[in-house]
């Protein structure tokens, strides 16, 4: 159930621009992503991914798609490709053929009158699916809840309770996809314009639970890190349990992350 409603949250916005930029983006201090894989994953719909980048930006990933069923074995894959292109005013971003231009911020967040962000942190998505807002809360800097409202300003079903671990998040960005509980860790739009910057700032912390409610059910996610010398995560298992209906299931992944200098 998580995974399919953030793809309802993602306005898609066209501009013009001639004009290349080189500036760095927000969250591309540190090492960078070089890969994203499942070494395991029970009854997954997600997808692999490896990340390139050019004047310390993030310009390509090649991900892979898969299906898996309920041991872990892989059922089907398929191929895509995401680049994207840095100019003065927008940033470019074709996905597997569908391309969206979007405008920027000096800062480098998307720049729109229905996205509001304070002190570089993402509040308030105006005017989502239904016609209501997506409401962002933080925390000592770290993402907690995410919520939808109506267009009469009530609060739906669909909630978000995060804890936080006291390891830092050093990428920056990781916190995001492992906050959401999906696995397309590189075929998801809203990931990869996390990764460059487009949302603002990313949580401080790595979470250690995420609880998800949506109207016949609720989820529960628990994350365990291994970390390399530096503080970054090399291995990441979740175990999930999911409550729908009044019946119960568990599954447990593991990815294994990548970094270049």
Wanted: glycine share 8%.
């Amino acid at each position: 159930m998580k995974k399919l409603i953030l793809l309802l949250f993602i306005p898609i916005f066209f501009a013009c621009s001639d004009e290349s930029a080189d500036d760095e983006t927000p969250n591309n201090d540190g090492k960078k992503l070089e890969s994203f894989n499942a070494i395991y994953c029970e009854d997954c719909e997600g997808s692999n991914a490896v990340y390139s980048y050019e004047n310390n930006q993030l310009t390509s990933v090649d991900w892979q798609y898969y299906i898996t069923n309920g041991e872990g074995e892989v059922t089907s894959v398929s191929d895509g490709f995401t680049t994207i292109h840095h100019y003065d005013e927008t940033v470019a971003i074709n996905n597997n053929g569908v391309i969206s231009e979007i405008p920027i911020n000096s800062d480098g967040t998307i720049d729109s009158e229905n996205w509001i962000f304070e002190n570089g942190y993402l509040q308030t998505m105006i005017g989502q699916a239904g016609g209501g807002d997506n409401n962002f809360e933080w925390s000592n800097g770290n993402l907690i809840n995410l919520y939808q409202t109506s267009i009469q300003g009530e609060v739906t079903e669909h909630n978000w309770d995060a804890e936080y671990s006291s390891s830092d998040d050093l990428t920056r960005w990781l916190s995001w996809p492992l906050f959401i509980g999906s696995s397309y860790f590189g075929f998801a739009d809203e990931y990869q314009q996390w990764m460059i910057g487009l949302w603002g700032k990313g949580s401080n912390k790595l979470p250690s639970s995420i609880e998800f409610s949506y109207a016949n059910g609720s989820s529960l996610s628990q994350y365990y890190y291994t970390f390399d010398d530096e503080g970054y995560p090399v291995q990441i298992s979740i175990s999930d349990t999911t409550t729908e209906n009044g019946n119960t299931d568990t599954r447990t992944r593991v990815y294994e992350v990548t970094y270049t200098d």
